[in-house]
């Protein structure tokens, strides 16, 4: 499902973000990134859904090439992933309904088949009945279950998620595990870059820590393994 080959990321201004990484990520898999500030997870992240690219190495995900195929199929890449950011990046003059919508607008799914898509995820989100309910009249957690369905409308293979629970509070952080951990329970593949240190450890998934660009661990049952 996803595979790294030699992936190395080397910025213009000299500085070295990955080193050498070889990962393998199966079907199904729950995967935590872990690290300190800068150790690399964020490029990692991004790297999946071809937000940056390496600089050498071979990088496939979900069947894509995604060092040598043509920009025009990036939007193929994508379709088959949900990423989920931590500042949520919900339209603010767009309702819930309006905000999940968009991800199948953008490639023009029927209007049927949107209205059931919609009202399913929100549905597993909880969100049902706040559908007209517009950003800025959502708790923090609220938003983020917005943006997790807005990720999920499209049946993604893959969940990609870059510290999803940072801006929340601990109880809150838990109601968007459940949701994480049922999502992955349905077969989606979910990678996630996290400091937080009481989920990793609770939830024993496989944890992969990266340091100065390097992978340091790879653990099926791992823990965070960082001190707060």
């Not at 820590?209 to 390097?214: F, L, P, S, V």
Request: hydrophobic content about 45%; proline content about 4%; glycine content about 8%.
């Amino acid at each position: 499902m996803i595979q790294m080959r030699n992936v190395s990321k080397v910025y213009e201004n000299g500085a070295v973000a990955l080193d050498q990484i070889n990962v393998t990520i199966e079907k199904g898999e729950f995967v935590f990134i872990v690290g300190a500030s800068g150790a690399g997870k964020s490029t990692f992240i991004k790297m999946l859904f071809r937000e940056e690219l390496p600089s050498e190495g071979e990088l496939l995900v979900n069947g894509h090439d995604v060092v040598r195929m043509a920009r025009a199929d990036v939007p193929f890449l994508r379709r088959g992933l949900g990423v989920i950011f931590q500042d949520y990046r919900l339209l603010p003059d767009k309702t819930v309904f309006e905000n999940v919508a968009f991800a199948m607008q953008v490639i023009e799914a029927p209007r049927r088949i949107m209205q059931r898509s919609v009202n399913s995820v929100l549905d597993v989100v909880g969100l049902r009945e706040k559908y007209r309910c517009f950003p800025s009249q959502l708790s923090g957690g609220e938003q983020q279950r917005v943006a997790i369905a807005r990720a999920l409308v499209n049946a993604p293979d893959i969940l990609i998620a870059d510290e999803p629970t940072g801006n929340l509070d601990p109880e809150t952080s838990w109601d968007i595990m459940d949701i994480f951990k049922r999502i992955n329970a349905a077969g989606t593949t979910i990678v996630m870059a996290t400091h937080d240190k009481r989920i990793v450890d609770t939830m024993k998934k496989r944890v992969i820590a990266i340091e100065d660009g390097r992978i340091a661990r790879d653990e099926a049952r791992g823990a965070y393994g960082y001190e707060d």
